[in-house]
């Protein structure tokens, strides 16, 4: 079970249960890749339904891939976040929706920023294929 989902978002033979979409997160990793993060908030409720926290820190160039359970008829938030504040240095993310590996989205990124925390969010709905901005 994926930390801070419930019973009913738990992956189970690579298929998601009662209701969701299984969605799968790519995230690509570049120089200080132990500064990415990233995670998935539900729209509707305001919560986070899943997060890298469980699989960090990231090593430098290496691809992962997770597999998360989301709501399908709920719009939903990619957050990409870095502890530096300086961007994600060239690392990227994207998304496919798991029962048909259709991309949501692809190329997800962070540009250098100031700060001690940067945040960017891409909005879109598991059960769909485009994705939405806000």
Same mark, same amino acid.
């Given at each position: 079970?994926?930390?801070?989902?419930?019973?009913?978002?738990?992956?189970?033979?690579?298929?998601?249960?009662?209701?969701?979409?299984?969605?799968?997160?790519?995230?690509?990793?570049?120089?200080?890749?132990?500064?990415?993060?990233?995670?998935?908030?539900?729209?509707?409720? @305001?919560?986070?339904?899943? &997060?890298?926290?469980?699989?960090?820190?990231? *090593?430098? /160039?290496?691809?992962?891939?997770?597999? +998360?359970?989301?709501?399908?008829?709920?719009?939903?938030?990619?957050?990409?976040?870095?502890?530096?504040?300086?961007?994600?240095?060239?690392?990227?993310?994207?998304?496919?929706?798991?029962?048909?590996?259709?991309?949501?989205?692809? @190329?997800?990124?962070?540009? &250098?920023?100031?700060?001690?925390?940067?945040? *960017?969010? /891409?909005?879109?709905?598991?059960?769909? +294929?485009?994705?939405?901005?806000?």
């Amino acid at each position: 079970l994926l930390a801070g989902l419930t019973a009913s978002r738990e992956v189970v033979g690579g298929c998601c249960v009662v209701r969701t979409e299984l969605v799968l997160v790519e995230l690509s990793t570049s120089r200080w890749g132990d500064e990415v993060g990233w995670r998935i908030e539900n729209l509707a409720l @305001g919560t986070v339904v899943a &997060n890298s926290s469980q699989y960090t820190p990231y *090593s430098d /160039f290496t691809v992962y891939n997770h597999s +998360v359970c989301l709501d399908g008829d709920v719009k939903h938030a990619f957050v990409g976040t870095d502890t530096a504040g300086d961007g994600w240095q060239g690392a990227t993310a994207s998304l496919r929706r798991g029962s048909d590996g259709c991309l949501v989205f692809a @190329g997800f990124q962070m540009e &250098n920023a100031p700060g001690a925390r940067f945040e *960017s969010s /891409f909005p879109f709905l598991a059960d769909q +294929v485009s994705a939405y901005l806000e």
